[in-house]
């Protein structure tokens, strides 16, 4: 069987990053030849979570044809948020927890997709199936990975599957899962270190809906003032990147993780598409508050959906 | 809950009969509350399966918005082989053992697709995933459903998981599935009892290549013979379906199950496109030898779509 690729989504997160080690190492013990890779470096989340369990940060490829024929997908199947030669690819396997898009193929897959709040909960159950044992430190990142997508089980994007998870996993990496937990959001929210153009694309990824490119970023900060006191230069970035990548319209989800809130701030059209989409008019700043949303996933991406393509 | 339909594809094998009716029995021992319906009758080989085991057939429905809002898809997921309104519809569960096109949610979901060779296979596992127990109807049922789709195990979609499911439900069905298997499988290669419309059309599946409207019809003989005497009707019938229904070329692969050759017949254009994806020429009659080819899924759909969106 020859080499894989498997890798998550560009700008990864700490799910992209651990779901594709994780699922490397399982089908690894499955008789696969497989490396995990990525498309981008780690966030500062991540990077907190590889150096808190001594993992190194996998190799950043741009291109996967020159490796290899065949590749897996983690936490992704949309072609735009994937690398950059995916149509000349085999996707072998996709494990996903997020809606399918634009993504064909020619042959029978194994594609594994489950709504529950991550991809690394989805890995763990396919351990169990297998009776394949997890590793303490791979245990404590795929813990990381879920503490992250589900902002520590408040998202609504949580489901019984992940507190589930999230305790089996905490016991076998020997991890307070709650106090570390909070330390590894935190350790994500530093924006002072990060540029306009990391703040504002770092965690970003591209829809087509409705025939629009639409572009969607997110950050998580414990004060959205500390987001929005730069938003003359956010929307700099968000203006040229539009106009360097042919976006339409960018959206920027700006979270508060202490209190499940977010406001969002746009740049470009349609604007009244996204004014539909929630039901509410954006403030002469081109902002909008949006109480309890914390899920680009689960609570912005399916209102756009609707409204771009109603 | 609020109720759900579980379906196959139009113009239904036994594998999109069967597997509808196992799915449910499965979701319903899970707490979901489902229905398995049909999107069209029976085919000869599938009344015989329900017959032999004794189990009604399905209702057939046209549409199910006016009946629910959601739906789960077994043995499909293109929307041109699903019920008419899917559009209208939230998919929840996909189970499924083909490629993956032009399918696409607002919202994540259950996708199970395992490349074997029935979907019958994937369902079986799920049971023993969550330790529910097959009936030994459902276990005839099921094995008939394999017998199908892998022509007694001989198709080269035939992979190690479905000989051993194929083994267990033999086992719980209390059934000789080699003795039973060819019975059935004769069953459904009475041809003289088919219309020419019933014969080209009965088992046939749309796809959208390269912009192409491309129909591909199957039907399974123990004597191509039987069918190619017929070859000035079933033109006629491949010509009007297509002006009916839009289809720019019609193929009809007819399969000899007992020495696993095809032979193709082909009206409608770009008939170059399909020598280009078998590497060979039609002969004057538009037919052309296939030796060893019995899977559309595995080996005529892969070659066509190459060929028309290369």
Redesign the interface.
Known sequence: MSKELIFGHQNPDTDAIVAAKAFSYLQNKLGYDTEAVALGEPNAETEYVLAHFDEPAPRVIKTAGNEVESVMLVDHNEPQQSVSDLSDLTVTHVID???????????????????VGCTSTIITQLFD?NNIEIPAKLAGLMLSAIISDTLLLKSPTTTPEDETVVKELAKIAGVDYESYGLDMLKAGTDLDSKSDLELVDGDAKSFELGGKQVRVGQVNTVDLADVFSRQSGLEDVMKSESEAKGYDIFLLLATNILDSNSELLVVGEPKDKVEQAFGKKLNDDNRMLLPGVVSR??QV??PL??AFEG
């Open positions: 927890h997020h809606r399918i898009a634009n993504f064909n193929t020619a042959q029978p897959l194994w594609y594994t997709a489950r709504p199936q996933k689960k991406v399916p959906t609707d």
